[in-house]
């Protein structure tokens, strides 16, 4: 069983999928930790809900970016944390964690990427008139939602759609989606990262 961490910034509902699927003995893999960069934020309740080990802190009691990525790696390593998932964590990955997980760090955008990077991806969507959205699961490099996509899933967008509609649908998508693309890399191990075929 594979040691994983969950970065998260908010409410944690694909942490929340992640933990259901490895309950039901779908996802082989343990969560070692969750780390959060926002205190008071629901996903740390999920996680104690859960009996998970937490990190939360806050950047800007930090000078640098490469200070507080060093504390995480401390606790990712102290874990024996295989495999990083990013689920809404919304800073961008830096070199010192980049550079001791290459390769082995996820994340999920509710978007067609390149369409529509950063926050309010499904806002973006809406405003700019598409009728097909939809989720992609990447690697982490160190641009903005720029890494080697795994896979993607279309969302059609309907005449009426909301910024609520829309993301409910989105985000069933990536309950099922996320947890299915993890239990690929960690079990059953081939991917393409880039042009070269990895084994996890």
């Known amino acids: 069983m594979r040691n ?4 998260a910034s908010g409410n944690g509902s694909n942490f929340q999928a992640i933990i259901d ?3 039901m003995g779908e996802l082989d893999a343990n969560i070692s930790l969750l780390v959060c960069d926002r205190p008071g934020v629901y996903a740390i ?3 104690k809900k859960s009996g998970i080990p937490s990190f939360v802190f806050n950047p800007k009691e930090y000078s640098s970016k490469e200070d507080y990525e060093k504390d995480i790696t401390t606790e990712l390593k102290s874990l024996g944390v295989e495999f990083v998932v990013l689920a809404g964590y919304m800073r961008l990955i830096g070199p010192t964690l980049l550079n001791e997980y290459e390769g082995k760090i996820v ?3 509710p978007s067609l990427l390149p369409d529509f990077p950063g926050k309010d991806a499904i806002g973006q969507a809406l405003r700019s008139g598409v009728k097909v959205s939809g989720v992609t699961i990447h690697f982490v490099d160190a641009g903005m939602d720029t890494g080697p996509i795994i ?5 059609r967008i309907e005449d009426n759609e909301t910024i609520e509609s829309l993301q409910k649908k989105i985000h069933a998508v990536e309950h099922k989606l996320y947890p299915s693309i993890l239990q690929m890399l960690l079990v059953q191990g081939d991917v393409l990262y880039g042009n070269k075929a990895r084994t996890y």
């Open 107 to 109: 994340n999920i955008h």
């Open 151 to 155: 896979v993607q899933e279309r969302v």
């Open 21 to 23: 699927v490895i309950q």
């Open 45 to 47: 309740e999920r996680a």
């Open 4 to 7: 994983i961490a969950v970065f």
